[in-house]
């Protein structure tokens, strides 16, 4: 069996949440539910692993932050002890959580993409009742698509569907648009499938980021018939700082743009410019659903009616405190010793508030009452122990509300409804893939799922729905 391989994005990245959205997410960006194991068993998006819930996962609570953690070296002396910390000569045992598929009255359901040949079924998973059959979008998918990241609508019945251009290769991103009967409504090309996209809440609209400057507004009509309308960023919102008029600017180092959602009364899309090099949010700015008008803001406007509001599933939902409009974004350590990143939070009008260094912070998202929840792990890969935790307004964090380990790698799905959903993954010695909803303010209300092992290694996306 190979070693899983890490993301593409890497921390260097803004964390495109591939999973709701990204929708917007995967982030990723590739949605995908192992952080750095999607290639486990050569899957994309899911490792490909069995269902074992057999282990004995750790105490889940306020108080479960001591976990099981890889056995110590036994006594005695042992080569170039003196030279770093000891390994343990053990064989590795992870655990998933040992929760049931338990009925959780309010809980989210949690959608699975999952690709079969060239078409794209949905299974819904509801707390309490299995993984279902939810619909089959047939055909969906070109011939030669390879990596695939979808883009579900709101109203689940419309799939944007990029397909990824491999580095160094002779295509870039493209994208096809289809309908629950399988009928392509729109193909594109030239796309950043990183930046990922944002849907209207009608679905309706989806907008999408092209290469360099270009934004996509694609509006499906009563019929069925998609228009769309491509808009220029000018240079005063695709690179805010000014630059002199012989400057030369490279793709590489460009600042990306990314959709963050649609505002409130549905007249604005709203975006953010981030810096390949810090994968932070540099600045913000708004496009006229008609494209006819593309103006930098000083914030999101969060809360007023022309404001964004932050939708679970796209990016913006995952990024943007929906009562304070505070960012909370992935910072790259910019010391020489390349350590691990860390989570910074910042006022709407860009002031610093906190930062949250935790170990490895694997995915974020606020939840409704200001608070931000941090998955982080005490190693990017093959953890030891992996905690959630709330961090309040002021920085402070609460007790863990959820701890797993050891584990090979678990993800952040999101929140939404006063749940947090998350993915674990084992494999030593068995390989296994489990989802999690628990309540985030009586974390002993708690339901997991196994995925059978014969879709585990097709699932590229997940979304959360009401």
Do not use: C
């Not at 939810?134 to 990029?162: E, K, M, N, Q, Y």
């Amino acid at each position: 069996m190979s070693e899983p391989e890490p993301r593409r994005d890497g921390p260097y990245e803004l964390p495109v949440e591939r999973l709701a959205g990204g929708r917007g997410q995967r982030r990723r960006a590739l949605v995908a539910i192992l952080s750095l194991g999607l290639a486990v068993g050569g899957a994309i998006g899911l490792a490909r692993l069995t269902g074992d819930r057999s282990g004995t996962g750790p105490a889940v609570g306020p108080s479960s932050g001591d976990t099981a953690v890889r056995g110590s070296p036994p006594a005695g002396p042992s080569a170039g002890s003196s030279a770093g910390p000891r390994r343990s000569i053990e064989p590795r045992i992870e655990h998933l959580v040992d929760a049931l598929d338990v009925a959780l009255p309010g809980a989210p359901h949690v959608l699975l993409v999952e690709r079969d040949g060239l078409d794209i079924r949905l299974g819904q998973w509801t707390a309490g009742a299995g993984i279902a059959p939810f619909r089959t979008f047939r055909g969906a998918l070109s011939a030669d698509a390879t990596d695939v990241i979808p883009v579900l609508a709101p109203t689940d019945d419309r799939l944007l569907l990029f397909e990824v251009g491999q580095p160094g290769g002779a295509r870039n991103d493209r994208a096809r648009l289809v309908d629950a009967s399988g009928r392509v409504l729109w193909t594109g090309e030239d796309l950043a499938a990183i930046s990922g996209a944002a849907w209207s809440p009608d679905g309706r609209v989806v907008v999408m980021a092209g290469t360099g400057r270009l934004w996509h507004l694609v509006r499906i009509d009563e019929t069925g018939s998609a228009t769309d309308r491509s808009v220029m960023l000018p240079f005063r919102v695709f690179l805010p700082t000014p630059l002199p008029k012989s400057w030369l600017t490279f793709p590489g180092t460009d600042p990306r743009t990314v959709p963050l959602g649609f505002s409130a009364d549905g007249r604005w899309v709203y975006g953010g410019i981030a810096a390949p090099e810090l994968g932070l949010m540099i600045a913000e700015f708004r496009v006229a659903v008609d494209g006819s008008v593309v103006e930098p803001v000083p914030d999101l406007g969060v809360g007023q009616p022309a404001g964004l509001a932050p939708q679970a599933g796209a990016l913006g939902g995952r990024l943007v405190d929906p009562t304070t409009g505070r960012i909370a974004a992935l910072r790259v350590n910019a010391n020489t010793s390349g350590g691990p990143p860390t989570i910074e939070v910042h006022n709407p009008d860009a002031g610093f508030v906190f930062s949250i260094s935790d170990g490895t912070p694997i995915g974020s998202g606020w939840g409704a009452d200001g608070g931000l929840f941090v998955l982080s792990a005490d190693a990017p890969l093959y953890a030891d122990q992996v905690r959630l935790v709330r961090y309040g307004p002021d920085g402070s964090a609460g007790p863990p509300i959820l701890a797993m380990g050891p584990l090979t790698s678990a993800d952040f799905l999101g929140v939404l409804r006063g749940y947090g959903a998350l993915a674990g993954t084992t494999t030593r010695p068995t390989r296994a893939t489990q989802l999690i909803l628990v309540d985030l303010a009586d974390p002993s209300r708690i339901a997991a799922v196994p995925l059978p092992d014969d879709t585990t290694g097709s699932i590229i996306g997940v979304e959360l729905r009401p």
